[in-house]
């Protein structure tokens, strides 16, 4: 968690300007910067998202996707 915080702070910060769309992990000592992001499954209602219904949509989604790679952690 020591390593956490200074990440989380850079990227909100002005030098991260050029930073978007990225995953990173931050363990032990370690930062890694994750290469294999991409969109999967996805909806579009063509109309502004309800909270009360992002439940069943979102669930259905993940279900949809493949397994998430495994993390060290």
Do not use: C, M, Y
């Not at 956490?4 to 702070?9: F, G, L, N, Q, S």
């Not at 991409?38 to 669930?59: M, Q, S, T, W, Y």
């Amino acid at each position: 968690p020591a390593n956490i915080a200074p990440v989380v702070v850079w990227l909100g910060s002005s030098e991260s300007k050029d930073v978007t769309g990225q995953v990173f992990e931050s363990t032990g000592g370690r930062l890694t910067v994750f290469e294999r992001w991409h969109r999967g499954p996805a909806i579009n209602p063509k109309r502004r998202f309800d909270p009360a219904e992002l439940g069943p949509i979102v669930k259905d989604l993940l279900s949809k996707t493949r397994p998430p790679d495994a993390i060290g952690g």
